[in-house]
């Protein structure tokens, strides 16, 4: 038998093409996770490993949810016997002033044995002075002597820049960001803020490092935490590398949905050839051959397969590993992730070999089963063709409706409870359920959309159904394959659009305005600004917000007032109408300390006169206390310009438009601008760069899926070359046939794409559920054009798998339907 098998092998070898590329793709992103997942941990790793090596002890936070200590912790720690000198570390995000788009990390210089290192210049010596970045230099026009501005919580701070430093390769500064380092006291005095985010301990001569750090714990309590720099470095890495961790076991999670796709086209594949080798395999029955053994010839084929598209696969997935870190080497952070270059351990390597030889074998087991059931008696019947439908089991539905209920049950009390992990195992449990049930919903979807086809297309659609219908397990795997992806993408898009939309409501529930430039505390805002705002293309509308200093019931604070002709601004109805009828509205806090409730009166005086109004209560309100302006009049004598409030157009890019308005008001130094379009503009780059990403990952697994489209349709042109063959002499042209084969492959592919595009709904809307918290409100957003695009694509990649099986078949000879195996 193992000559029958090593004979199959070289005489189908082209039939085994399609299965050896899905699992060689397959294996590919497994191996290419595994290696990439070990290189940036090991890179990570080592990275870490110099962290606080050089210090006696380093003192954090007590925890990450804190993340700051407060002063007095230098004192404490400067007291306790021992401590020779504390090297401290603060970190304010700031923002240069006149450019509120962009964040700088102002931190303390890196400390000595870092990976950071002095590249230009010197450190700084003084609170005003800086050193920038390597990365800084090289992207702005910064340059040493030059002079810049940060806005800080008492106005503007000028460092002049004496110093460049390379933090390539050092971790604590690889996450991203623009960092610039000054003195200690500078950066407390930008932020306002005197705590600390570490402090770094040397001890004196002859001290032991822990005996030191029981004495610091001792006396900082729970206001810190003072570790070895040996166990600071070994923390930090459980702490940093989890994240790694994380991102490899989404690495290897799309992988296996990779793997499943394949398993799905290798067994429809060994199903067809099986039934195609009727008649040899009852011939080796008739000759002696057992059961046993043609199972084990089979499955020594299937081993060569798997085995030696898998080892490609390896080789395949090893360079491309090798390729990402050498596309990735153009970024900084790159080095602290991949250490010493790429990392490949030898169970990187023979795993994802032994993972796909072992999902080869295993997937062709019970097609090459039921392959055995042959009865030597088949050699003297006719070749009839493909098989007759067969039956689902009762066992299987069983099993299907079971899980599938179940799962949805799971993942629906996921979202209620706001459960991460219940959602999970509800979606994936409900997912296999109705994988089990294609076989029943997939030919019945085929049927109703194929009877508009059948009319259109005439014969060559009537042709199409019911071939597509004629074997249900074969046409059940194939829009299987195609379904995995579909629903996993729309999942991403219809979730990611949900989350967006209730974002968008929490953002207004927070701020209802759009845009809100406004100047530094205790400054006036330019009267050219709101013209200024006015101008960019896509602001719809712009109104100033005048403020004066006023009582406020027994407070004294500032008020402000809006003109209520141009309150739209605003996009919260119920402030707009109320301040339209002349009420006040005050936030929550205020309302608290003066002792109001909504729609109680309250006397607002100034140095003009006196005014009782209706009060209202909201949390999203551009000011604490905002009025209608003519309100404002009547108690201020001479209220002045605070900030400008500006609605944009409905659709606009935020991103975009808030980097006009910074263009708009270069010349204005000291505004700043802020409001929910940054904010929402934030998390849309964030949500579609998930989106792209996941997309890239599932592209291997769509792959597979339409080679298992086409790789069904071309053993399935060869099954029934006769019956080709035979339509072709009662009167069928080649178009027609190319049609008709065209046609079953756009069925499946489009049942495929309108299976996963439902599911994809429903998950997405169940997903967001799940992953927002109690405090959002989760409203469905449904993207069509993206949805429909999707869809779109799956039924072109199955007609674009179609155009060679289809041109295959038409090339049948009418002749043939005269000749028998």
């Not at 390379?166 to 991203?176: C, E, L, N, P």
Request: glycine share 10%; with cysteine; net charge neutral.
């Amino acid at each position: 038998m193992l000559d029958v098998a090593l004979a199959s092998l070289r005489t189908q070898a082209r039939r085994f093409i399609a299965p050896g590329l899905a699992i060689l793709l397959g294996v590919a992103f497994l191996t290419t996770s595994l290696v990439l997942g070990t290189t940036a941990v090991k890179g990570l790793s080592d990275s870490i490993a110099g962290a606080g090596a050089g210090f006696s002890a380093v003192i954090s936070p007590p925890s990450r949810e804190v993340g700051i200590m407060p002063a007095s912790t230098l004192g404490k720690v400067e007291a306790v016997p021992g401590v020779q000198d504390v090297h401290e570390v603060r970190f304010a995000a700031v923002r240069p002033s006149g450019d509120s788009s962009r964040v700088v990390f102002l931190t303390t210089p890196p400390a000595a044995g870092s990976r950071s290192h002095l590249v230009a210049g010197r450190l700084p010596a003084s609170d005003s002075e800086v050193a920038i970045t390597s990365t800084t230099r090289d992207s702005t026009n910064l340059r040493i002597g030059d002079h810049v501005d940060y806005a800080g919580a008492d106005g503007p701070h000028r460092f002049t820049v004496v110093g460049v430093i390379d933090t390539a390769g050092d971790f604590v500064f690889s996450g991203g960001g623009t960092y610039a380092f000054t003195t200690s006291a500078a950066v407390a005095a930008v932020s306002g803020e005197d705590d600390f985010a570490e402090l770094d301990v040397t001890a004196t001569a002859g001290t032991d490092p822990k005996t030191l750090v029981a004495a610091l714990n001792t006396a900082l309590g729970d206001t810190a935490m003072a570790r070895t720099g040996a166990d600071h470095a070994a923390y930090l890495r459980v702490q940093v590398t989890g994240g790694t961790d994380v991102l490899r076991l989404l690495l290897l999670g799309f992988a296996g949905i990779a793997l499943f796709v394949s398993a799905l086209v290798i067994a429809n594949t060994f199903a067809i050839l099986a039934a195609r080798r009727t008649r040899e395999t009852a011939l080796l029955r008739c000759v002696g051959a057992t059961r046993r053994q043609l199972l084990r010839a089979m499955s020594l084929e299937a081993l060569v397969v798997g085995f030696a598209a898998s080892l490609a696969g390896v080789a395949t997935g090893a360079a491309l590993a090798w390729a990402g870190m050498r596309t990735l080497a153009a970024f900084d952070s790159t080095e602290a992730l991949a250490g010493s270059g790429l990392v490949v351990r030898p169970l990187d390597l023979l795993g994802p070999l032994l993972v796909g030889t072992g999902v080869t074998v295993l997937a062709s087991l019970a097609p090459l089963r039921r392959a055995t059931q042959v009865t030597p008696l088949a050699a003297l019947r006719p070749d009839l063709g493909a098989p007759a439908r067969a039956r689902t089991s009762g066992t299987r539905l069983g099993i299907g409706v079971t899980a599938a209920l179940a799962g949805a049950g799971l993942l629906a009390f996921g979202g209620a409870r706001h459960q991460l992990l219940a959602g999970l195992i509800g979606g994936a449990v409900s997912f296999v359920g109705v994988v089990l049930l294609a076989r029943v919903f997939v030919p019945a979807l085929i049927r109703g959309l194929g009877s508009p086809v059948q009319r259109l297309a005439g014969v060559p659609g009537e042709l199409a159904v019911d071939n597509a219908v004629r074997n249900r397990s074969r046409t059940a795997n194939t829009a299987t394959a195609l379904l995995v992806g579909v629903t996993l993408i729309s999942t991403m898009t219809v979730g990611a659009a949900t989350l967006l939309r209730s974002v968008d409501t929490l953002l207004d529930h927070k701020m209802a305005v759009d845009v809100v430039a406004s100047a530094l505390p205790d400054a006036a805002l330019p009267a050219r600004v709101e013209p200024l705002i006015a101008a960019v293309s896509g602001v719809a509308e712009t109104t100033t917000l005048l403020g004066a200093h006023a009582t406020v019931g027994s407070l004294e604070m500032d008020v402000r007032g809006i003109d209520v002709a141009e309150v739209d601004v605003i996009h919260d109805d119920a402030i707009t109408s109320a301040l339209r009828s002349g009420r006040a509205f005050v936030s929550p806090g205020v309302a608290k300390d003066a002792g109001v409730k909504a729609g109680e009166r309250m006397r607002f005086s100034g140095d003009k006169g006196s005014a009782d109004l209706i009060v209202e209560i909201a949390d999203n309100l551009p000011a604490a206390v905002l009025m209608p302006l003519s309100e404002l009049r009547s108690i201020a004598s001479a209220p002045g310009p605070i900030a400008v409030l500006a609605r944009l157009d409905t659709g606009a890019d935020s991103g975009a438009l808030m980097a006009d308005l910074e263009s708009a008001l270069a010349t204005t130094p000291g505004v700043t601008v802020s409001g929910t379009a940054q904010q929402r503009q934030e998390f849309v780059d964030i949500l579609d760069t998930v989106l792209a990403v996941a997309a890239a990952l599932l592209a291997v697994a769509i792959v597979i899926a339409v080679v298992g489209v086409a790789n069904t349709l071309s053993l399935s042109v060869l099954e029934r070359g006769q019956e080709h063959a035979l339509l072709r002499a009662l009167g069928l042209t080649r178009r027609q046939l190319r049609r008709a084969v065209a046609v079953e492959a756009g069925l499946i592919a489009l049942v495929g794409g309108l299976v996963g595009v439902a599911l994809g709904i429903g998950y997405g809307w169940a997903g967001a559920h799940t992953i927002a918290g109690e405090e959002m409100t989760v409203s469905l957003g449904m993207p069509w054009p993206r949805l429909v695009l999707i869809a779109a694509a799956a039924l072109s990649a199955g007609l674009l798998a179609s155009l060679l099986p289809a041109r295959r078949a038409s090339r049948t000879a009418p002749a043939l339907a005269l000749a028998q195996e």
